[in-house]
């Protein structure tokens, strides 16, 4: 079965509970979201991207690195989300 969003249900379920866990976390970092949001596009789900995309509309006040540990100097930035892609992310579903 196929949810809306082109996830099976179940992982569009557990998608969807992970980032409403994520929004409700009071103690959760601003970029942790940022990363959360720009990987769930990744994958197809754009509607549990744009509930986190709504959330932090004037939030996030910071470029963040995708992956932390890794230079960042010359990564191409992705607007929407205010992340330097400096790693690349293959989905594997």
């Not at 970092?29 to 197809?44: A, H, K, T």
């Not at 995708?66 to 400096?86: E, F, S, Y």
Request: hydrophobic share 50%; charged share 20%; proline share 6%.
């Amino acid at each position: 079965m196929k949810a809306d969003d082109g996830m099976s249900s179940k992982g569009a379920t557990t998608a969807h509970d992970l980032a409403r866990a994520v929004i409700a976390s009071a103690t959760a970092p601003i970029p942790w979201m940022q990363r959360l949001g720009y990987l769930l596009e990744l994958v197809d789900a754009p509607a549990l991207a744009d509930v986190l995309k709504s959330w932090l509309h004037g939030r996030v006040h910071q470029t963040a690195p995708l992956l932390t540990g890794v230079p960042a100097k010359d990564a191409p930035r992705n607007t929407a989300w205010k992340l330097l892609i400096n790693a690349n992310v293959k989905a594997e579903l």
